[in-house]
């Protein structure tokens, strides 16, 4: 069942919509600037979009990509899956992941603990598969972006770093 409630923002911290928590900035962190009389005052704050991190680090905890102690882990499950298909099935469970929270304003901090975790947890299920022991000779072999290549050198699967900027709103002109 659907919950609507009304709060005040100054007795609770947050209310959540969509699995974003919104609150309102700190009077302390908004910006001040003198008005039209030369006073200073502060600007209304805007309301804030969070992720919540440890509540998404929680979720990957429980689909095993990631232990206790925020150390990534490798799936046994993947083992017998082609390379290609894993490789592709971690990106686009990240993907996923920051496409949802691409309003956020900790988009930072969220882009780059998920791709932590989810990149080198597919570096260990690779390593397993393929009897490397190590992270280190897993980008040895297949690079820095796991790439894999076909024997007609195109590319089958890919895992590129994140860039960690939020998107840009897109922005039409109506003429």
Known sequence: MNEFRIIHTKKERAANFLGY???KMARIKAPARRNILGRFSFIVSRPVLSSPISEIVKRLF???YVSKVDTPTQKKRFINYQLSDIIN??????????????L???YRELATKVHYILRYSC????ASKMGLKTKKKVFNK???NLKLLDCNNKTIAYYPTV???????ILQKFD
């Open 123 to 126: 570096v260990l299920t690779i």
């Open 142 to 144: 297949y690079g820095k």
């Open 89 to 102: 099935h971690y990106y686009s469970v990240e993907q996923a992941i920051l496409n949802y929270y691409s």
């Open 104 to 106: 956020c304003t900790n």
């Open 163 to 169: 860039i960690f900027v939020r998107p840009k709103k």
């Open 62 to 64: 429980e689909k095993k």
């Open 21 to 23: 928590p919104i609150y």
